[in-house]
């Protein structure tokens, strides 16, 4: 980036630091000419390819709307749906991929939702992955029952037992 007030090209970083909760890094710099400081904030691009072919920026705010009804009267606040919004984020960050099909982050949404809450997991896995019949359901239950994860403070036996859907 130029410098805004010489325009000259180069510049020296002199402090970076993450905002926006490591979306984004907030650079101060100093132009190598002038000796002027500014800063600048570097944002990696995530799209989102939808189904229809059209991008969009990746939205926390989506992916939150996507699961807050599966979390419908499940013990799941707003601070633990705004971190699994984060976790989904960093996890598609990692990927390195600047666009990425809105099937993947539903496909990155699972892992979170279900350390957070098994039930929530299961009624989004049943309208994600087309849950058709009550042998989809024993399924992915098995599956969750052979793939503990590794969470002392939920009780999974017993809430994976009964899932309630409504
Ligand atoms: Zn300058």
């Known amino acids: 980036m130029n410098c805004p007030f010489c325009r000259y090209e180069d510049s020296r970083v ?26 600048t904030s570097e944002t990696a691009v995530l799209s989102i390819i939808k189904r229809s072919g059209a991008t969009e920026p ?3 705010e989506k992916v939150i709307n ?3 009804k599966a979390c419908q009267n499940r013990p799941v606040d707003d601070d633990d749906l705004a971190l699994l919004a984060m976790r989904v984020e960093e996890a ?15 496909m ?3 892992p979170p939702l279900r350390e957070l809450d098994e039930v929530a997991y299961l009624r989004y896995a049943s309208v ?5 019949s009550l042998e989809d359901f024993e399924g992915e239950i ?16 017993s809430q994976v037992a009964s899932p309630q859907l409504k």
């Open 92 to 106: 598609l960050r990692s990927t390195g991929q600047a666009e990425i099909e809105a099937q993947e982050v539903g």
């Open 14 to 39: 002199i402090d970076s630091r993450p905002s926006d909760e490591g979306s984004s890094i907030r650079r101060r710099r100093e132009c190598a000419q002038c000796g002027s400081r500014f800063s």
């Open 142 to 157: 098995a599956l969750l029952r052979a793939l503990p994860i590794e969470k002392s403070e939920i009780e999974s036996e």
């Open 66 to 68: 996507g699961v807050r």
């Open 128 to 132: 994600y992955r087309n849950f058709s």
């Open 58 to 60: 990746f939205s926390r």
């Open 108 to 110: 990155a949404i699972l």
